[in-house]
Nanobody, 118 residues
Framework: QVQLVESGGGLVQAGGSLRLSCAAS????????MGWYRQAPGKQRELVAE???????NYADSVKGRFTISGDIDKSTVYLQMNSLRPEATAVYYC????????????WGQGTQVTVSS
């Protein structure tokens, strides 16, 4: 199993910045990618950004140029630097890990609230 713990959410004014952190424990050797998803009230959970063991990154179009994902899969830590935040970024942000032991599996953190005031 892989367990994830997030930190760093909070309340910020529009235009401000926040940094989210996520640390994995358990079967860390099996992790192939880690990333961040978010879910706003009444909306589906969506990918924000992800990073692979090969350091490839992928971003949602809505955050490109403002958010940066970084981390070290081998150390099982990932960060999301969020700049120029907009009110529409308000959501619960979830850390995600894609890992494989025989079969592909997914783990989720408990979520951290990000609120951007206008």
């Amino acid at each position: 199993q892989v367990q994830l713990v997030e930190s760093g959410g909070g309340l910020v004014q529009a235009g401000g910045s926040l940094r989210l952190s996520c640390a994995a424990s358990g079967s860390r050797f099996a992790i192939n990618a880690m990333g961040w998803y978010r879910q706003a009230p009444g909306k589906q959970r969506e990918l924000v950004a992800e990073i692979t063991r090969g350091d490839s990154t992928n971003y949602a179009d809505s955050v490109k140029g403002r958010f940066t994902i970084s981390g070290d899969i081998d150390k099982s830590t990932v960060y999301l630097q969020m700049n120029s935040l907009r009110p529409e970024a308000t959501a619960v942000y979830y850390c995600h890990a894609l890992w494989r032991i025989i079969t592909v599996r997914h783990s989720w953190g408990q979520g951290t609230q990000v609120t951007v005031s206008s």
